[in-house]
């Protein structure tokens, strides 16, 4: 990262964003290995996080509602922040002394805040300021490739801090950590700059200004097709995901050996978006879109034969595709999202994508048990599926349009359509 592309601004919304994000990939699993030790049960110790996960894909759509109607977006920011690394001090009290409903229920009102942690905070960076000249035209391409690049570190360092704070000193101590760095984000959330004066010109009414973030996805035909294939892809993703410890039993010597596979994926987004970051202009997002969910299909491919040089390299090209597939989907978000309904768009497409993760996961669960290679081709053929989704629609023609009109008027009247 070179400094020319990083104002302290930037500087500081990347730094809080990383402590942020790394923050929650803690979160999740030193959560799991809290509710281990309290519950004994490993299905009961799955249900924290996995509340957290389902509220905050049910309430993302109305945090980025109320965030997009602020004048002070980063305050709000700031204060959601505070209040999930409060919520997780407050669970990890909970686990241990209130009935496990309770607890499921304290996670699924915490949900809501965290999207605070990921995509509300992607929507603020088009309104930092930024050099002029050409440079400031190019920057706002290079520092999306870096915003996505703070969650390859994230995927990459928040786990791998869990298991090391917890073997060190215990679970409750990485959910500690993880609380830690979401509120070293707050004096980052905090100084965001204001709202534009366009951005607060919102509908009346909190449901219809939901309804405008849903048709928003929907009017852009660009907008749409990404955000479906993005779905669709995180279902195929989640599959994956969740084959790796199966994958790392059956061919790499034991289940725990799945992990390097998805180090590896991480190291490779991270790799790819940082090469990206280099010439952010160079393709269209579209195009970056379509190729990475391309790599993503063969890599799933691949991964199917279940043989350990196969397998390894399949992880890689995952990972390479996975985080410029990331930098493409926020590029064309920022482009094509009016400012006034940035936050809800990317706390929705963000929620959306939880669910398709999920479902993926619940897929992956059923077919991995019965057979490996069946789950991880159908992880593939979900890649196939989102290149389908990207394929523009050819227009009919409709009425008089099918016909040549050779009046004199004909082509002012096309053009007034």
């Not at 215990?170 to 993880?178: I, L, M, N, S």
């Amino acid at each position: 990262m070179r400094q020319r592309d990083v104002g302290p601004a930037v500087g500081s919304y990347l730094g809080g964003a990383a402590a942020a994000r790394i923050g929650d990939e803690t979160a999740g699993p030193a959560l799991l290995l809290a509710g281990l030790a309290a519950t004994g049960s490993a299905a009961h110790a799955a249900l924290v996080p996995a509340a957290l996960m389902a509220s905050a894909a049910v309430g993302g759509p109305l945090f980025g509602a109320v965030l997009d109607r602020s004048a002070r977006p980063g305050r709000l920011l700031a204060a959601a922040l505070a209040g999930y690394a409060a919520a997780l001090t407050l669970l990890l009290a909970a686990l241990p002394r209130l009935p496990l409903a309770l607890t499921v229920l304290l996670a699924a009102l915490a949900g809501p805040l965290a999207p605070a942690l990921s995509a509300a905070w992607s929507a603020q960076l088009p309104h930092l300021p930024g050099p002029p000249g050409p440079e400031g035209a190019q920057r706002p391409a290079r520092v999306t490739a870096f915003d996505a690049m703070t969650y390859d570190v994230a995927g990459l360092a928040g786990p791998a801090l869990a298991g090391a704070v917890a073997g060190w000193s215990g679970a409750g101590a990485a959910v500690v950590a993880a609380a830690v760095l979401v509120g070293l984000a707050v004096p980052s959330a905090w100084t965001l700059p204001r709202a534009a004066p366009d951005r607060r010109e919102v509908p009346a009414g909190l449901r219809r200004e939901l309804a405008a973030g849903f048709r928003a996805i929907g009017a852009s035909g660009v907008l749409g097709r990404a955000t479906a294939a993005s779905v669709v892809s995180c279902v195929g993703a989640g599959m994956f995901v969740t084959c790796a410890p199966v994958a790392g039993a059956a061919a790499l010597g034991g289940a725990g050996h799945g992990a390097y596979l998805l180090s590896g994926a991480a190291v490779a987004s991270l790799v790819a978006n940082g090469l990206l970051a280099r010439r952010p202009s160079a393709v269209r997002p579209e195009t970056v879109l379509r190729c990475a969910t391309a790599v993503l299909g063969a890599a799933f491919l691949l991964a199917a034969t279940v043989r350990p040089p196969v397998l390894a390299l399949a992880a890689v090209l995952a990972g390479a595709a996975e985080g410029p597939q990331l930098t493409a989907l926020f590029a064309i978000r920022h482009r094509e999202v009016p400012p006034r309904l940035r936050g809800q768009v990317f706390t929705t497409g963000a929620g959306l994508k939880t669910a398709g993760y999920a479902l993926g996961t619940a897929l992956a669960g059923l077919l991995a048990a019965r057979s490996l290679p069946a789950a991880l081709l159908t992880a593939a053929a979900f890649q196939a599926l989102a290149l389908l989704a990207l394929t523009p629609r050819p227009r009919r023609p409709r009425g008089a349009d099918a016909s040549p009109d050779r009046s004199a008027s004909a082509p002012l009247r096309r053009g007034l359509r």
